[in-house]
């Protein structure tokens, strides 16, 4: 994206126009300036006596007139090219709501239809892929009291693949099952949903909760499927997932999902697996968290990592079971997996909602930050760096479109703080508890000795840009994978996304994350002084 596409882009609205355009050291141009300063060359010259002036003076004249009204040209044609911009945009708003209500309008009346049919069982049919549905669904709850002491997920799903299936049991519907999250702090496992309070009482500013609490999820109708993800070309995870299968479906009557290459691994095992559902294509995963309503992983961080990236939307609850070498998302052992498993099906658990970063590539070709490709989300973080290049990575950072910095080195990390114990860790950022939101801004080997490491609060926009000027491409990859090319103009957008990654915790989320740090990192281990020695006696 070239910088002129960057300003028109920043000077959507009006407002922002206007701030942008009275600063003159920004390179524009104020247009009630330019009408003051054509105004002042015409009454300069109506009182000059002309008739006794040289002819430089005249020809003097006639230039500045003549750049006074250029100028004014361009003010115009640069206003009416905002007031077109800001109309476009407010007609793609438009067009979006709208697009919005209407896809809204047609779910609601298909599962209403549905429900009329008798298919669905249900008093509270809630859809939940997509966002502001969600939201839109949750002031609703709101209002009528269902939200009053939580957040509930309440989800009544039909399961289009149990036509297919012979079992008469998966003929029935299939309920997702609803839980409750609540929020409590201090020990304290209240029931209420409590709201970060500013109170400004007899002017003073205080709050009432702080942000941090532990998170707690309690079923309010039994999980009824669960999915099952496994690291690749491990034999102990081949061992444990046919056990895990088994006692799912034996003992807790579940349904179990597993992908395409597990179920072929089990029917390999034994044709009793047949039960084992899983799917046919890709994109039946975007349906996945419809119906499933947990997920197990077997492996390491890197399971976790994929779990997640398989939920472009809501994630369900994830259990990850540790069968890899450093485990900072995995806290569940592979040899007590029924307890685990009997009291994560119970609940109520305590969970860790760990923020994701929405990333969205914006060539120099686009039209506007609109125009992206397809997004990714990030568990970890998007790094940005110098690739098989030899040179320099040159990047201009903003953040909501304030110049932060040039970083001039091997690339930066963009991360997460569930990601602040991996790479940004190695790069030198610090660690974060995964329960604060944020996002960490860490370089890697900046050629600069006051290149600190960042952290910026969770509601901003950061934009890294190839400039012009690069002497190389840089190149971007998510959570280590999935690499993308970005040539000089091209952009990288990264806010926070709306759907966090909810893992369940052994203890609770402060408690595993202080543990990862000492057992994965051996943080700060060194022998304890001798009692024996000097001393300060004097003191
Ligand atoms: N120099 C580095 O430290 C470096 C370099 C490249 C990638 N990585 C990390 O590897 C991640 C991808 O993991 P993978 O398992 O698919 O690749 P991988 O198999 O190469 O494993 C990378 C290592 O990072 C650990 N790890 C992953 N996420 C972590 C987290 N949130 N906290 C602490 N440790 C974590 C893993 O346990 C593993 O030991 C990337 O997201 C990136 O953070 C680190
Ligand atoms: N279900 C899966 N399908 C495909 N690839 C997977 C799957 N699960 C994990 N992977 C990939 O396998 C790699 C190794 O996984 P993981 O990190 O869980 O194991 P590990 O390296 O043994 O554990 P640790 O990272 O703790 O040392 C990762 O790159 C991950 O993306």
């Known amino acids: 994206m070239s910088p002129s596409k960057l300003d028109s882009t920043d000077s959507f609205g009006h407002e922002e126009a206007s701030v942008s355009c009275s600063k003159p050291e920004n390179g524009c141009v104020d247009s009630l300036s330019i ?17 006794g002036m040289d002819e430089h003076l005249i020809e003097f004249s006639e230039a500045l007139r003549t750049v006074a009204k250029a100028l004014r040209r361009a003010a115009e044609g640069k206003a009416s090219a905002q007031a077109e911009a800001a109309e476009w945009k407010r007609r793609y708003e438009l067009e979006r709501t709208r697009n919005i209500q209407m896809e809204r309008k047609a779910r609601m009346a298909e599962q209403f239809s549905a429900e009329k049919n008798g298919d669905i069982d249900c008093e509270r049919v809630k859809n939940s892929d997509n966002q502001s549905m969600l939201q839109n669904e949750s002031n609703e709850y709101s209002e009528t009291g269902c939200m009053k002491h939580g957040i509930w997920s309440h989800e009544v799903l039909r399961d289009r693949e149990s036509d297919s299936n012979s079992n008469a049991d998966r003929n029935k519907i299939m309920r997702k099952a609803s839980f409750k999250l609540s929020w409590w702090c201090n020990g304290e496992n209240g029931d209420q949903h409590k709201h970060d309070i500013v109170s400004f009482e007899r002017g003073n500013i205080t709050t009432a909760e702080r942000s941090s609490k532990q998170i707690s999820l309690k079923w309010e109708s039994d999980p009824q499927t669960v999915l099952i993800l496994t690291k690749p070309n491990s034999v102990s995870v081949r061992i444990l997932c046919v056990q895990m299968v088994r006692w799912l479906r034996e003992r807790k009557k579940l349904n179990v999902y597993v992908e395409p290459r597990v179920k072929v691994e089990l029917v390999a095992e034994s044709s009793n697996f047949s039960y084992v559902q899983t799917w046919k294509d890709d994109s039946e995963i975007s349906h996945l968290h419809m119906k499933v309503d947990l997920v197990i992983t077997l492996g390491g961080d890197g399971t976790v990592l ?33 307890d685990c498993l009997d009291s994560v099906l119970r609940g109520p658990i305590s969970i860790t909602l760990r923020h994701r970063l929405l990333c969205r590539v914006v060539r120099d070709a686009a039209k506007n930050e609109y125009e992206t490709e397809e997004p990714f989300l990030v568990l970890n973080e998007v790094t940005i760096d110098r690739g098989i290049s030899s040179y320099l990575t040159n990047l201009e950072c903003y953040c909501d479109n304030s110049f932060v910095t040039c970083v001039q080195g091997d690339g930066l990390i963009l991360s997460t703080t569930s990601g602040s114990t991996a790479y940004s860790l190695a790069a030198g950022g610090s660690m974060v508890h995964p329960q604060v939101p944020g996002i960490l801004f860490t370089p890697i080997c900046p050629h600069s000795l006051s290149f600190r490491p960042l952290i910026l609060p969770e509601h901003v926009t950061v934009r890294i840009m190839v400039p012009f000027n690069s002497r190389s491409p840089a190149w971007a990859s998510f959570d280590g994978k999935d690499r993308k090319l970005l040539a000089a103009g091209d952009a990288l ?46 003191l």
Do not use: Y
């Open 35 to 51: 009408f003051h300063s054509e105004k002042a060359v015409e009454e300069l010259l109506q009182q000059t006596p002309v008739a």
């Open 306 to 338: 994929w779990a997640a990236s398989m939920f472009k939307g809501p994630v369900p609850p994830i259990v990850p079971f540790s069968l890899g070498s450093l485990g900072f998302m995995t806290p569940f052992h592979s040899e007590h997996f029924k």
């Open 493 to 538: 957008l990264c806010s926070m996304a709306p759907w966090p990654v909810p893992t369940a915790c052994q203890v609770d989320s402060t408690n595993d994350f202080l543990r990862s740090i000492h057992d994965g990192l051996h943080w700060n281990l060194r022998k304890t002084q001798s009692f024996d020695g000097p001393r300060d006696r004097d």
